[in-house]
């Protein structure tokens, strides 16, 4: 954890935009900016302290994107030997440089409980991604087995959308073989990080995934793996007992922040976009922090000397 003091000395110091066009061309994502060099075939990738919910960007948090880069790698490190990923080197706690990949058009979203945006559509009768869930379910429950509900990759600002599997290959977003490879590997990358989060007390709820393919035709997981803003982690061993009783699980993701704009705001990424208290962000920070240090098993360690953006400048020695 981080103490309280520190967190608020540091809310105006976050990286929110970030210009490194002599990296290449920009594309900038909702939390991360990425910096082409098609010559080289290397993308450069900032993860900024931008904050988003609902596909729409909220606020800045302090540390989130060095969280969140630090927490990713560890991931990748864990699972190269699963499946490949894009990494080449990490040269700042909020950068990584990567191998430029064509990515597909489709994010995979593996659910083993349900709850989210898959509750608020069973609620309303509704399928998700073409998967009819099983009646009398409750929220927080866990399902007979893990699902995959894929949904389209939307640009910022807009929304992503379920679809199908039979939907994506009849439209050719990405062709069948591909798309058999992609699920395996997501089923087994799921099971892997299910097992290492319950032996560090957590439950792996859900994660999304994106994939690409390099220019050798292979297929490797790129963008960010089983972080707070990817996925959902509960405590493990309060889980029954809290929803035996009714009961919300521990969450150490970002859905408790969604579920605050819901009833304390009445906001699900329509209209103005509301202010957010300091206390809020100060939770925010330290909920990712633990689940950092949980998953990992090592002690966070912020960077707050001086700005950001020069260290970042000077890493990537600009």
């Known amino acids: ?24 061309k920009r594309y900038k994502g909702k939390v991360r900016e990425n910096f082409v060099n098609e010559e080289e075939g290397i993308r450069t990738i900032v993860a900024t302290d931008r904050l988003s919910a609902f596909d729409r960007v909220i606020t800045t948090i302090p540390f989130k994107g060095q969280l969140l880069n630090q927490l990713s790698t560890f991931w990748f490190e864990k699972t190269k030997d699963i499946i490949p990923n894009h990494i080449i080197d990490v040269p700042d706690p909020n950068v990584v440089r990567v191998h430029e990949c064509k990515s597909l058009p489709i994010e995979m979203i593996v659910r083993a409980y349900i709850t989210g945006s898959a509750w608020r559509a069973y609620q309303k009768g509704e399928s998700v991604s073409g998967i009819t869930f099983p009646e009398g379910l409750k929220n927080y429950q866990k399902l007979p087995e893990p699902v995959l509900t894929p949904s389209t990759k939307a640009a910022v600002g807009e929304h992503d959308l379920p679809i199908s599997r039979e939907e994506i290959i009849a439209q050719g977003l990405v062709s ?34 994106e994939y690409g393919i390099t220019p050798e035709g292979k297929l490797v997981v790129i963008d960010e793996i089983f972080t707070p803003d990817a996925s959902r982690f509960w405590i493990k061993d309060t889980y029954e007992d809290r929803f035996a009783k009714g009961e919300k699980p521990e969450i150490l993701d970002k859905e408790f922040f969604r579920q605050w704009l819901i009833t ?55």
């Open 1 to 24: 954890m981080i103490e309280e003091n520190i967190i608020r000395e540091q809310l105006h110091n976050t990286v929110e935009a970030v210009d490194l066009s002599g990296l290449g």
């Open 264 to 318: 304390e705001k009445n906001y699900m990424g329509e209209g103005p976009i509301p202010e957010i208290p300091d206390d809020i962000k100060v939770k925010f920070v330290n909920t990712y922090v633990k689940s950092y240090e949980m998953i990992t098993g090592q002690k966070f360690e912020p960077v707050i000397e001086g700005n950001i953006m020069d260290r970042i400048k000077k890493n990537l020695k600009l």
């Open 176 to 209: 069948e073989d591909i798309y058999k490879d992609v699920e395996e590997k997501t089923k087994k990358i799921f099971d892997f990080a299910t097992k290492h989060c319950a032996e560090n007390n957590l439950i792996l709820v859900d994660c999304k995934f």
